[in-house]
């Protein structure tokens, strides 16, 4: 387990500041990965990734650099009740095995996705690593976070992909994902923007769907 990042105690139990969650814990988060032992807060998904090898398209992204390779980075944890890809296996990478296999399919990006912002200790590592060797980092997520992270996200990512559901259906979010307020999605979507970074939005047709 390694050390986590935005928390704090309170009374008996942790609060952990890392997505809007809020979540006080005990034992565990709404995440599962993020647990309290010994009165602090740990990850237990540090350097654990399953990799996949896509194109751009295949990564949702139809308007940045078509037709280039891309390796997904995705973690297990999540901060909604219902994930739309289930990572159930992962494997330990070191910063530098992670480049080796990003070299071997010759990868222009790589993309961090499912749920980023869950892994962010690992993310954070890696992406500063990757940033220097002059890859092209995408930042994929639900944007269900801070939205002051924005300024070290865009610091090393150039593209931030965006996932919303059903349109963001007010009543989609509420009832399926039970989120409350949609409001400080697209708050820390704009702070993403305002870094500078190309945006791309991808949106997951439900039954709440408008047409």
Request: proline letters at 3%; glycine letters at 2%.
């Amino acid at each position: 387990m390694q050390p986590a990042v935005f928390w704090t105690r309170e009374d008996k139990s942790i609060l952990c500041k890392l997505c809007l969650r809020r979540c006080k814990i005990t034992k565990a988060g709404f995440c599962k990965v993020r647990i309290v032992k010994d009165s602090k807060l740990y990850t237990k998904n540090y350097l654990k990734f399953q990799l996949e090898e896509k194109s751009v398209e295949e990564c949702n992204l139809f308007h940045f650099k078509p037709f280039t390779k891309s390796i997904e980075i995705s973690s297990i944890g999540y901060n909604f009740p219902k994930s739309y890809k289930n990572v159930k296996e992962t494997k330990k990478y070191t910063t530098e095995k992670l480049l080796s296999e990003i070299r071997k399919i010759k990868a222009e990006n790589v993309v961090f996705s499912f749920e980023p912002i869950i892994y962010f200790e690992s993310f954070y590592k890696v992406v500063k690593f990757i940033f220097r060797e002059g890859l092209n980092n995408i930042f994929s997520s639900n944007c269900y976070f801070p939205s002051q992270l924005a300024k070290i996200i865009g610091k090393y990512c150039s593209v931030a992909l965006i996932n919303i559901y059903s349109s963001l259906s007010e009543k989609y979010y509420k009832e399926e994902l039970n989120v409350e307020n949609i409001k400080p999605i697209i708050k820390t979507s704009l702070a993403l923007k305002k870094q500078g970074m190309h945006l791309e939005f991808v949106n997951y047709i439900t039954k709440y769907s408008d047409y």
